[in-house]
């Protein structure tokens, strides 16, 4: 059969396609990528993938490479989280689907009367607010320190007959808290309350960092880890592992039936048919690097973290939030410097975008009790970002001093740029429809474009002057039309 279209065609459209994206190599965009800066463990995880291309991940039986595999990178990952025998697991398609799996066994597994809970920190990863509405959990978020620290004793007070599941990080995304493991899950075990760590960003990197209280399955009550081998695994995006402790327990995970006309659909995770391509390239770069090679890239991440971190703190305006750990932290405006002095850390980030550098903006929280936790912005770092920490500092440097002194875009200005009959009727439209949502976008110059505007700071002061339901809606909406067929 001949193609409608040449091969090589196509191919260049998908080159100039690649083209317009954020660089995924070179350590200019510090969030969602993780760049191990070796350009021949990208191009043997390339070639495992191509090599598991064809196969089904549903059926371990028919592919029994897929057992192999999944089996040698459980057996990698519960060494290095000092899991025992009695710590079983699975690869996952991501952080998301390994926290989903560990919220739904605990929902399987509690006996408890009414609506079973879900206890963590505020700062838990968004992924466990998606797994209390996908599976029917009350989600009871507990208030952190302004500097992003959780503290047991508040966790440990909400506890109760109906907790079916505590959730700990290690660290938090939005500030890389190290949150009270030990404290936690041993006062939850006393009750029978299972604890899950949340080490999806952590999970492949701390157990190499130095100088650390023991998070992971050391400690005796926590029953389950999910670590991302997409993250600091360096693999590519569809990877992650859910260990459990406890046959028992993890059998809870799976989805068995047998009860149609088709063959036993016995699932360890949410799908079925799935590419065994990221099982292959994890497998592959777990064997490449061994324990001694992930330490190595651990240490590099821990020399640049170290440097910027302090080079952000003797910065002027500018301030590292909490006590960080690990390869992210997120930087704050330092409230105790004069007016004239102080960084809005997302007109910090805009400038430093400017640069060339991709930073992330994270929005301000109120919490239950009234108090903030401020307006950050979210750097990751990871092996590549040593090879160019010199003009990383520069520009951290340069684009600070470029803003320092210039308020925040605050809530009410943004509000006040907008039409006030265009507020009213949204406040008064209820639940908006499509089109309606979609006119507002467009007002607010948001519509129509594929790329995000060049100041970032005033969106994300538009996302905390709204209310939560309306911002959730108009991003939707946003999201949707991106995808539409044109
Ligand atoms: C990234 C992350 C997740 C979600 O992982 P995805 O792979 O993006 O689905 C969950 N928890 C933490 C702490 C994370 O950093």
């Given at each position: 059969m001949s193609f409608q279209k040449d091969p090589a065609e196509i191919l260049a459209r998908l080159d100039r396609l690649r083209a317009a994206d954020a660089p995924t190599h070179g350590g200019h965009v510090l969030s969602y990528v993780y760049d191990s800066g070796l350009a021949e463990l990208d191009e043997l995880a390339a070639r495992a993938i191509r090599v598991m291309q064809p196969v089904n991940g549903l059926d371990p039986t028919t592919f029994t490479s897929v057992a192999v595999m999944e089996r040698e990178v459980l057996g990698f990952a519960r060494e290095m989280l000092h899991g025992d025998d009695s710590v079983v697991g699975t690869v996952t398609t991501g952080g998301t689907e390994s926290c989903l799996l560990a919220v739904k066994t605990a929902r399987d597994l509690w006996s408890g009367e009414g609506r079973p809970r879900l206890v963590a920190p505020v700062t838990v990863h968004a992924a466990f607010q998606k797994a209390a509405h996908y599976f029917g959990l009350d989600l009871d978020l507990v208030d952190v320190g302004t500097d992003g620290r959780a503290h047991a004793e508040d966790l440990i007070a909400r506890?109760?007959?109906?907790?079916a599941l505590v959730v700990v990080s290690a660290?938090?995304?939005?500030?890389?808290a190290l949150d009270p493991v030990a404290a936690v899950a041993r006062a939850a075990a006393e009750l029978g309350i299972p604890c899950h760590v949340d080490a999806c960003i952590g999970g492949w990197v701390l157990p190499f960092w130095e100088g650390l209280p023991d998070w992971d399955f050391r400690v005796e009550g926590v029953t389950s880890i999910s670590a991302d081998v997409h993250k600091y695994g360096y693999a590519p995006k569809g990877a992650s592992v859910l260990l459990q402790r406890g046959r028992d327990r993890q059998r809870a995970q799976y989805f068995s039936t047998t009860r149609w006309p088709g063959y036993p659909v016995i699932n360890?995770?949410?799908?079925g048919s799935k590419s065994a391509g990221p099982l292959a390239a994890s497998w592959a770069i777990v064997q490449a690097l061994g324990m001694d090679g992930f330490a190595e890239l651990a240490a590099s991440c821990q020399r640049s973290t170290r440097h910027l971190v302090d080079l952000v703190n003797s910065i002027p305006g500018l301030t590292v939030v909490g006590d960080p750990v690990g390869p992210l932290f997120a930087v704050t405006g330092d409230a105790t410097a004069p007016a004239r002095e102080r960084i809005d850390p997302h007109h910090w980030a805009d400038r430093v975008r400017a640069h060339g550098w991709q930073l992330q903006l994270q929005p301000s929280l109120v919490q239950s009790d009234g108090s903030v936790l401020p307006t950050t912005t979210h750097l990751t770092i990871t092996p590549v970002t040593e090879s160019v920490l010199e003009p990383l500092s520069e520009a951290l440097v340069a684009a600070a001093a470029e803003v320092r002194g210039i308020p925040p875009v605050s809530p009410e200005q943004v509000l006040a740029s907008f039409p006030p009959e265009l507020l009213a009727g949204l406040a008064e439209?209820?639940?908006?429809?499509s089109e309606t949502a979609w006119a507002f976008l467009q007002q607010v110059g948001l519509g129509g474009s594929d790329e995000l505007p060049e100041s970032l700071a005033p969106l994300l002061a538009l996302v905390s002057a709204l209310p939560a339901p309306l911002v959730e809606r108009l991003l939707t909406e946003l999201l949707a039309r991106l995808v539409e067929p044109r």
């Open positions: 506890f109760g007959p109906d907790v660290p938090s995304y939005p500030h890389a360890p995770t949410m799908l439209a209820g639940p908006l429809d």
